[in-house]
Each structure stands twice: as C-alpha cells, then as structure tokens.
C-alpha cells in the first residue's frame, strides 16, 4: 500500500520521501517512479541520484526507533525545506492469531502496538516539530479494524482503535495550525505483507485506491477529526458522483449522548 501511496502520489507531481527499513524496496519504488510504470514492473532502471533528490527521496529507517525518525525527518527538511503532508502508512498484522485464552504472547503484543501506534506518535510528533509548522496534511492509513471488534484479532483491532483515537486528538490539538488530520482505510488490498487469496470478493489493487487518496488530502478543514473507508468512496461516488463524495466522511468521534422526548 505504501508503495502504491508513493507512484500515485509522485504520478501527480509531488515531491515524496519514502521511508522503510528495506533498501532495496525504496530503491526499486524509484525505480517505478522514474519509468511511469505500474508497480507489477519491476525491471525497470534506477533513475540517476540527481533525478532521485528531485522528485523522491529515500530513507532507510526503523520508524519504530526515534532516533532513526529523528535523523529522517532532519534529512528531509534539509533537502526540501518541509513537507506539506504527511502519511502514516507503517504498520502489521497479527501474529500468532486466536482467541484471549490462547494468547498469552504477550511480546508479540507489544510489538505490534510498537509499529502501529507508537511509531505513527514518533513520526508524527517528529514531523510537527521540524518539518510541518503549520498548514499541512496528515492522514493515517487504518483499518475497519479500529472501527469494529475482530475474532481472534484482538491485538490488532486494538493497536487500530488506538490509531483511530490518536488521529481524532491530533485533528484537535492541530487544528489551529490549519493543519488537517484523517485516517483511511483501503479495504482488502492485496499486498506481500497481507496477501488475499485469488477470487476472493472485495480485494483491490494498491492502485485502485487512488481516488479516495487525493479527495481525502484535498478536503477542507472542516473534516479534519474524521475516517473515510475506500470501499465506502467508491459506493458514494458510483451512486451519486464526485460532487457528494464527502458522503464518505464519518466523524471519528461518537455522536453525543441524547435522550429522545
């Protein structure tokens, strides 16, 4: 998903740092970036350094680490000054899976909660401080799964409610410095990391995400706090057009408590 994030967004003419603990991967997303090809072609040539600075940077980093985050956020800001969006894409599954009798792994846990909630705090508060002083755009990428409870998942589902619940306090801790906050669920999205299995109903291509993508980092700062589901777009925009696709948006926040007359 993170590499699709980056070719749609590169695609039209931003400037993107990408980040991952794999050299490699970033060497070969450039490589895509730089051809304009879909991300299935991997045979692709790697653009010169040059053409790299200008148009995507890469940094190898453990985002779960602040020293690691500190030093990419510095390198970034030194080469292009700020970023004017910013986007949680890092996290993982659950792994071993079952039910709360059955998982008494507490470490592997921890370790989840370390990519999917701690590492987003450590990038973001990185990023807030050094690079986006105002006027900018985070969006963090969620899951239904911090919306509703899971069986045998339950380490999962937490570390996306809590992703939720961050994203809801930033948008208010920020807003005054017209900065944006949201989070995104992709839906079944086809990655290495979770592969679907072939035929399976509802499972979409990193691509096929792309205009949910750009209307959830152009919306006003009035949805700033909210959750858009990629699924959800799609129906909302086949069925009445682009001019209602903010049908899409959903407070993260529950609706006040009321007592009916």
């Known amino acids: 998903i993170g590499r699709g994030i980056a070719l749609i967004l590169h695609s039209e003419g931003a400037k993107v740092a990408i980040s991952s603990r794999t050299k490699a991967e970033l060497e070969e997303t450039i490589s895509l970036a730089s051809a304009g090809t879909d991300n299935n ?9 040059s053409m790299m600075s200008r148009t995507m940077s890469m940094h190898v980093a453990d985002v779960t ?6 030093n990419m956020v510095q390198d970034i800001v030194r080469e292009w000054g ?10 993982g599954s659950q792994s071993p899976k079952g039910p709360v009798d059955g998982l008494d792994d507490s470490e592997a846990f921890t370790r989840l909660l370390q990519l999917n909630v701690v590492a987003p705090h450590l990038v973001t508060n990185a990023v807030c401080r050094l ?5 900018g755009r985070i969006l963090n990428i ?8 899971l069986q045998n998942y339950s380490f999962y589902v937490a570390s996306k409610h809590a992703l939720e619940g961050m994203t809801s306090s930033w948008s208010k801790e920020l807003k005054d410095r017209n900065i944006i906050v949201n989070s995104m669920s992709p839906g079944m999205v086809d990655t290495k990391s979770f592969p679907k299995p072939p035929g399976k109903k509802g499972v979409r291509t990193p691509e096929s995400i792309r205009d949910c993508l750009l209307f959830s980092l152009t919306s006003g700062i009035e949805f700033t706090g909210h959750y858009i589901h990629v699924d959800e777009f799609d129906m909302v925009v086949g069925k009445h057009g682009l001019s209602a696709a903010t049908q899409a948006w959903k407070p993260i926040d529950e609706a006040p408590f009321s007592i009916g007359n």
Do not use: F, H, Y
């Not at 700020?82 to 996290?91: E, F, R, T, V």
């Not at 899951?143 to 509703?148: D, L, P, T």
């Open 41 to 49: 072609d991997t045979q692709s040539s790697c653009p010169s350094p």
């Open 65 to 70: 680490k602040k020293d690691d985050v500190e």
């Open 82 to 91: 700020g970023l004017d969006i910013l986007i949680n894409n890092a996290g």
């Open 131 to 135: 690079a986006m002083k105002e006027n």
């Open 142 to 149: 969620s899951s239904k799964a911090g919306k509703v409870g």
